[in-house]
């Protein structure tokens, strides 16, 4: 069976790390409502990945066709705290006076939907890293405001940018802070559906 790829993001990074591991796919950004009650990380990542995936799925419905679809979402934790994007440059500050100097988890959400024959098949999971900031001076963080970089990030940093600079320790997945957990994806999918990957792969690599 033939599928057709679509990253349910408008996040680069997410588009990168696709295109890293050489699959071809195409993408379509999901509005994303975000917001949602109060519940655990894990909970709040799958079920907003799950949102962004099902609002490109009900898109494809009437298509022909057959689609897997990914959706993500990133937030960052600190004493319980979820924290999404800076809401302005107030916020950033915020933000990264509180992470200075701590260690903060990073959760990522990744949904997929396969779509295939009139029917419909969802898996959803999440992974989790740690990560530790070494001490950031008032005076850093305001240069590294007005860098930009932090804006449309969650926890207001990009550890794949100037962000790095930061960064003292990470255990778990670096690709996991950036936005999308690719290996787990791959792990997670080839035991699901090994058959989606089937001439997906820019250059053959991918299974298999
Ligand atoms: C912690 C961290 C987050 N991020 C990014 C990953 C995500 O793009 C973003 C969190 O926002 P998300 O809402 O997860 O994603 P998004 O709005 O960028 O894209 P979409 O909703 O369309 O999928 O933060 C980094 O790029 N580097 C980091 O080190």
């Known amino acids: 069976m033939e599928y057709q790829w679509i990253l349910a993001s408008a ?16 993408v379509m950004p999901a509005a994303g409502e975000e917001s949602i009650s109060k519940s655990s990380p894990d909970q709040v990542v799958m079920e907003l990945a799950r949102r962004k995936a099902e609002e490109i799925a009900s ?24 924290l999404g ?72 940093y990009g550890i794949q940018g100037k962000g790095a600079v930061f960064i003292k320790k990470i255990h778990g997945d670096y690709n996991n802070v950036v936005g999308l957990p690719v290996s787990r994806l791959y792990q997670e999918l080839k035991k699901w559906h090994p058959e989606i990957f089937k001439n997906h792969c820019t250059d053959g690599v991918l299974p298999l």
């Open 11 to 26: 996040s680069p990074r997410r588009r990168d790390l696709l295109n890293q591991v050489g699959l071809s796919f195409r």
């Open 59 to 82: 898109q494809l419905s009437d298509s022909p066709g057959n689609y897997v679809i990914v959706g993500a979402d990133t937030v960052v934790v600190f004493k319980e705290q979820i």
């Open 85 to 156: 994007k800076p809401g302005d440059e107030q916020d950033a500050f915020r933000v990264l006076s509180m992470l200075s100097g701590q260690t903060h988890q990073v959760y990522t959400g990744v949904s997929v939907i396969l779509l295939y024959t009139g029917k419909k098949q969802v898996h959803t999971f999440y992974e989790a890293a740690d990560v530790t900031m070494y001490d950031i001076s008032p005076e850093e963080i305001r240069d590294y405001i007005q860098t930009k970089e932090p804006m449309d990030k969650a926890g207001s």
